[in-house]
Antibody, heavy 119, light 108 residues
Framework: EVPLVESGGGLVQPGGSLRLSCAASGFTFRNYWMHWVRQTPGKGLVWVSRISRDGSTTTYVDPVEGRFTIFRDNAKNTLFLQMNNLRAEDTALYYC????????????WGQGTLVTVSS | SYVLTQPPSVSVAPGKTARMTCGGDDIGSKTVHWYQQKSGQAPVLVIFSDSDRPSGIPERFSGSNSGNTATLTISRVEAGDEADFYCQVWDNSGDHYVFGPGTKVTVL
């Protein structure tokens, strides 16, 4: 069973919006800090955003601050990333990942959803 | 912001030992995690907290961390170990997560 399944990616024009979802199963979602990590094709991993177990604390990497919003629904075991004012440089494969605490390893990963920003 | 460095590539013959480094300023004072990413797949955690192995990861994978260098070692390398390997730390000064650029391991 795949612990995390992302969806919501697609082709969007610059300035547009997308909402990514990440459905969790097989572990106690509410006990995990959750993250979004992106990877440009052929490049490395870049952490994008983090949310605390209860959703009260969020953190973002500088390039997405003010444009992206991470949130979660623990009742539905789902993580989200609302992406607004998208830029070409946001084009990437977006993974969701889970860690037991804010300073611990990313134990669970999804398979990723591809976001392409292009006119 | 905190920066991690990794050699772009490491080549190793089957059955031999592969060692790859992850460099950072006083990285020994931080906790390092390592991920393996095979072609077309999601990353998988192979070492956490410098040297611990998650369940299901072979004992051939080991890690160490001291001074300015963390090291991932793969003993008795197999063809199936071919992948990109990324080190990662939590940068407490910026409260951000940092990945190294990755090392591509090629099994000859």
């Amino acid at each position: 069973e795949v612990p995390l399944v992302e969806s919501g990616g697609g082709l969007v024009q610059p300035g547009g919006s997308l909402r990514l979802s990440c459905a969790a199963s097989g572990f106690t979602f509410r006990n995990y800090w959750m993250h979004w990590v992106r990877q440009t094709p052929g490049k490395g991993l870049v952490w994008v955003s983090r949310i605390s177990r209860d959703g009260s604390t969020t953190t973002y990497v500088d390039p997405v601050e003010g444009r992206f919003t991470i949130f979660r629904d623990n009742a539905k075991n789902t993580l989200f990333l609302q992406m607004n004012n998208l830029r070409a440089e946001d084009t990437a494969l977006y993974y969701c990942a889970g860690s037991r605490d804010y300073d611990e390893s990313f134990d669970y990963w999804g398979q990723g959803t591809l976001v392409t920003v292009s006119s | 912001s905190y920066v991690l460095t990794q050699p772009p590539s490491v080549s190793v013959a089957p059955g031999k030992t592969a060692r790859m480094t992850c460099g950072g300023d006083d990285i020994g004072s931080k906790t390092v995690h390592w991920y393996q990413q095979k072609s077309g797949q999601a990353p998988v955690l192979v070492i956490f907290s410098d040297s611990d192995r998650p369940s299901g990861i072979p004992e051939r994978f080991s890690g160490s961390n001291s001074g300015n260098t963390a090291t991932l070692t793969i003993s008795r390398v197999e063809a199936g170990d071919e992948a990109d390997f990324y080190c990662q730390v939590w940068d407490n000064s910026g409260d951000h997560y940092v990945f190294g650029p990755g090392t591509k391991v090629t099994v000859l």
